[in-house]
């Protein structure tokens, strides 16, 4: 997976903001979880969460490059 949400946790509780607090806003609790546990999640979600949080999305996301594909160089 190449864009993680690892910082979204810490972000949340270093703002004092709550699951629940997100969920009363307007964030449907399974893309919040989705998001909680690296799934993908849309730009409108993204988005929101900036508003709701006031931040940049590099605050709480990141991209995490896959490992390259292998190619076999023996012709």
């Known amino acids: 997976m190449a864009i993680l949400y690892n910082k ?10 709550k699951k629940y607090d997100l969920r009363k806003a ?3 609790s399974q893309i919040l ?21 006031n931040c940049q999305p590099g605050d709480f996301m990141e991209y ?5 594909p292998v190619i076999n160089q023996e012709q």
């Open 8 to 17: 979204l946790q810490d972000l949340m509780t270093k703002k004092g903001i």
């Open 26 to 28: 307007g964030v449907n």
């Open 64 to 68: 995490v490059a896959d490992d390259p």
């Open 33 to 53: 979880d989705k998001a909680l546990s690296n799934g993908n999640i849309d730009s409108r979600t993204i988005n929101k969460l900036c508003f709701l949080l």
